[in-house]
């Protein structure tokens, strides 16, 4: 494929209500990071997979929060009982994690998630 | 754990003015160091990266940036701004560790007047 492809690309979703954000890396990428994006806090980090295992979960701000990986691809990040202060642009991206020092990531568009 | 700091949160420059976006970064070890641009509305597109070697590396789109150990900074240039170099601008620094997670600063939003 292209790029890193994410979906949807916007969401809204009320508060409380679960969400499911999907990313599509590139493909024979290994690795898949999701990072979130809000305004007044940069760009951070919430959760790295190497295949479909999730070494680095560190990033993860709450319990509300879980991703899964299959098949070493296509990756979904999931929001419990969302919360306003959930509301932000999640940005996943992939790279070849086949040998240091290359380890480019490549971002997707991002999903814009807004919770009223 | 390492931090990237960004000292400038919004800079302006004319178009064909020069430009240069300033990075502080905090890390124990060697740096992976990343500048990445992101337009409205896009994710993050790659400008340019240093893993070892040369401290100045060169980009896409123009850009350079160099590495000064001594001063933990990485800091952006490019020689004639174009209107299209109207965007946000992220330094980051990558872990040597097994996680390769990045770590972005707060971004530096960037305006060209014509």
């Known amino acids: 494929g292209a790029g890193v492809s994410q979906s949807p690309s916007n969401k809204v979703t009320e508060k409380g209500k679960d969400v499911e954000l999907r990313c599509d890396p590139i493909s024979g990428h290994t690795a898949l990071y999701w990072y979130r994006q809000s305004l007044g806090q940069g760009l951070e980090f919430l959760i790295y997979f190497q295949g479909n295992s999730a070494p680095d979960k560190s990033g993860l701000p709450s319990d509300r929060f879980s991703a899964e990986r299959t098949g070493g691809s296509v990756s979904t990040l999931t929001i419990q009982r969302t919360q306003q202060e959930d509301s932000a642009v999640y940005l996943c991206?992939?790279?070849?994690?086949?040998?240091?020092?290359?380890?480019?990531?490549?971002f997707g568009p991002g999903t814009r998630l807004t919770v009223t | 754990a390492q931090s990237v700091t960004q000292p400038d949160i919004h800079i302006t420059v004319s178009e064909g003015a020069s430009l240069e976006l300033r990075c502080n970064y905090s890390?124990?070890?060697?740096?992976?160091l990343f500048w990445y641009v992101q337009s409205p509305g896009q994710g993050l597109q790659l400008l340019l990266k240093y893993f070892s070697g040369d401290t100045l590396v060169q980009g896409i789109k123009g850009f350079e940036a160099e590495f000064k150990r001594s001063q933990s900074s990485f800091n952006l240039r490019k020689p004639s701004v174009h209107w299209s170099d109207a965007a946000e601008y992220f330094c980051?620094?990558?872990?040597?560790?097994?996680?390769?997670?990045?770590?972005f600063g707060s971004g530096t939003q960037l305006t060209v007047l014509p």
């Open positions: 980051a620094v990558g872990a040597a560790g097994s996680a390769r997670q990045l770590t």
């Open positions: 890390y124990g070890a060697t740096p992976y």
């Open positions: 991206a992939s790279s070849d994690f086949s040998g240091l020092p290359h380890y480019e990531q490549y």
